[in-house]
């Protein structure tokens, strides 16, 4: 139930693409989800959260699309650049108790020129 | 966004030592501190949670003799790996979570027992 299952692994897009990865959780008591970009060798960077009260979110080229009821998020990079080439995690945790992030099995991204 | 920072960047120990890395948050305060460890191309595993003034909480399986942590100011967690061995290797990653609840990771501690 603390699982947070995400999808594809791996995923390549040509540069402009819209790349798409989702996630899916169990634990009803989640109320954040934060998605983290991280390049090799460094640590994670917050790039944008959603809280469950909100169906979408959107920071610049990157867009959280969240649905209560199917327990599920996804993040879409809008007009995608070889520079957004990194590995992407998404999270969940309970804010209001232990604050625990519970980690996606992370997604390898491509963008190709 | 907040700023954790994290020292040293990369350690390079004989088996046998003892190695402490220490995170920080710069520009907030941090009642409550996490230890991930990272094995290549893999996800974030949680250690531990560091809890200021008191003793860290340690997620299953992770031996707290072994990966001791001490988080002595609201700014401060530090891990220290004890007797460290090859197996040890690794990537270590600090987050503090902000007033607002988000989550601000350090840059990373590569470790490599020799």
């Known amino acids: 139930q603390q699982q947070v299952k995400q999808s594809p692994q791996s995923l390549i897009v040509q540069k402009g693409g819209i790349p798409i990865i989702n996630c899916a959780y169990e634990?009803?008591?989640?109320?954040?989800f934060p998605w983290y970009q991280q390049f090799p060798g460094k640590g994670p960077a917050l790039l944008i959260a959603?809280?469950?009260?909100?169906s979408e979110k959107k920071e610049g080229r990157f867009t959280i699309s969240f649905n209560k009821s199917a327990k599920q998020f996804s993040l879409h990079i809008m007009d995608s650049q070889p520079g957004d080439s990194a590995t992407y995690f998404c999270?969940?945790?309970?804010?209001?108790?232990?604050?625990?992030?519970?980690f996606g099995q992370g997604t390898r991204l491509t963008i190709n020129p | 966004g907040a700023v954790v920072s994290q020292h040293p960047s990369r350690v390079i120990c004989k088996s046998g030592t003892s190695v402490k890395i220490e995170c920080r948050s710069l520009?907030?305060?941090?009642?409550?501190m996490f230890w991930y460890r990272q094995f290549p191309k893999k996800s974030l595993m949680l250690m531990a949670t560091?809890?200021?003034?008191?003793?860290?909480?340690?997620e299953q399986g992770v031996e707290k003799d072994k990966f001791l942590i001490n988080h002595a100011s609201l700014t401060l967690s530090t891990l220290t790996v004890t007797s460290a061995h090859p197996e040890d290797s690794s990537f270590y990653i600090c987050?503090?979570?902000?007033?607002?609840?988000?989550?601000?990771f350090g840059p990373g501690t590569r470790l490599t027992v020799l």
């Open positions: 520009d907030f305060q941090a009642t409550t």
């Open positions: 634990n009803t008591a989640f109320d954040y």
């Open positions: 560091s809890n200021e003034g008191s003793k860290a909480t340690y």
């Open positions: 987050s503090a979570p902000d007033i607002a609840g988000e989550q601000f």
């Open positions: 959603i809280r469950p009260d909100v």
């Open positions: 999270a969940a945790s309970d804010v209001q108790g232990a604050q625990k992030l519970v």
